[in-house]
């Protein structure tokens, strides 16, 4: 069993909705989680950052992480086709180095 | 502020062969990560240099090798190239004490034929 599992999707959507992408863990250890961005043929961009249990929100964004059921999600609200990319979350132990992917899933938003 | 760049953008080469990948971190950020992105696989940790010393490796073979030079500059070597070899290998940066927050550059795209 993967430390991450992610849903590959696709997950294709109509431009203004909300997108709910999900992870999740089977390490105890892990305390921070990332979300990353990739467009095609493109290096991951970080999105969001967040260490402990709970709501993030950055713009259209929210992170949100329940430690105790071992799951992560990504809100993206009013979703826009810029939006299309491949999402990956990430995640690793206190002090870590090497980041644990998922395989990441791939979002389509159409006008 | 310039982000992490990587060189060069493709590479092509033959089974046998050996490749190397550079990397230049973010300014003022000490550690270097290398990731490789092979089709299906998704994103698997290579090595880690920090200050000049790798700090550790995934589960890669010795073929895979690097360094990181005095101005954390960093080259990944891949010595007798492979066909599984073929991937975008992906080089991260972050700063010292914020080893999680890792920044990645747009990555090399290895072809071996």
């Known amino acids: 069993q993967k430390e991450v599992e992610q849903d590959p999707g696709p997950l294709s959507v109509p431009e203004g909705a909300i997108v709910s992408l999900n992870c999740t863990y089977s390490?105890?250890?892990?305390?921070?989680f990332m979300w990353y961005r990739q467009y095609s043929r493109k290096g991951p961009e970080l999105l969001m950052y967040?260490?402990?249990?709970g709501n993030k929100e950055d713009g259209r964004f929210t992170a949100q992480v329940d430690k105790s059921s071992k799951y992560i999600s990504l809100f993206i609200r009013d979703s826009q086709p810029s939006d299309s990319a491949t999402y990956l979350c990430?995640?690793?132990?206190?002090?870590?180095?090497?980041?644990?992917f998922g395989k990441g899933t791939s979002l389509l938003v159409t006008p | 502020e310039a982000g992490v760049t990587q060189s060069p953008t493709h590479l092509i080469k033959t089974r046998g062969q050996q490749a190397t990948l550079r990397c230049s971190p973010i300014?003022?950020?000490?550690?270097v990560y290398w990731y490789q992105q092979a089709l299906g696989l998704g994103l698997q940790f290579l090595l880690w240099?920090?200050?000049?010393?790798?700090?550790n490796r995934g589960n890669f073979p010795p073929r895979f090798s690097g360094r990181q030079f005095p101005n954390y500059s960093s080259e990944l070597n891949v010595n007798a190239l492979e066909l599984e070899d073929s991937a975008l290998y992906l080089c991260?940066?972050?700063?010292?004490?914020?080893?999680?927050?890792?920044?990645f550059g747009p990555g090399t795209r290895l072809t071996v034929l």
């Open positions: 991260a940066s972050s700063p010292k004490l914020d080893l999680d927050t890792q920044y």
């Open positions: 390490n105890s250890a892990f305390q921070y």
């Open positions: 967040t260490y402990s249990s």
């Open positions: 990430a995640m690793s132990p206190p002090g870590g180095y090497a980041l644990n």
């Open positions: 300014s003022g950020h000490t550690s």
């Open positions: 240099y920090d200050e000049g010393e790798e700090r």
